[in-house]
């Protein structure tokens, strides 16, 4: 085999290695959208988060990646914020988040008696900026 045609073939092997690397990226770990609609209210707070990397619209979206990372996609398991004192005040929201966690399907929706509950339960997941 003479030289050209090493350097030539060569060139394709390392360019049928290098294009299908280059068109695949890592999917996110997580790409989710949760709505926040109190009680009463004509329209619901609506915000997308994408974890790893951390982003979308969420403003908080580091610390609700760390929150839902910690709990394994499992929302009912959020850590929360469980030293925050809350009233008996009764001001139901409910949220929902929907979409997907490391490839799996995410549907989720719970009422809570108040924002603060809410915070409590799930942290900054659903209220980006605690009071």
Not at 93 to 116: D, I, K, L
């Amino acid at each position: 085999m003479n030289s050209k045609r090493i350097v030539i073939l060569s060139a394709l092997a390392c360019a049928g290695l290098a294009f299908p690397m280059a068109g695949t990226a890592a999917a996110a770990d997580g790409e989710l959208t949760m709505t926040v609609t109190p009680e009463g209210a004509s329209a619901a707070t609506v915000l997308t988060l994408t974890c790893n990397p951390d982003g979308g619209d969420h403003p908080n979206a580091d610390a609700a990646c760390a929150e839902i990372e910690a709990a394994q996609g499992d929302f009912e398991a959020l850590p929360g914020e469980p030293a925050v004192l809350c009233t008996f005040i009764y001001e139901p929201v409910t949220v929902t988040a929907t979409g997907t966690w490391r490839g799996q399907e995410v549907s989720y929706e719970q009422t809570f008696p108040n924002t603060c509950e809410l915070i409590r339960e799930t942290g900054s997941v659903f209220v980006p900026e605690l009071p």
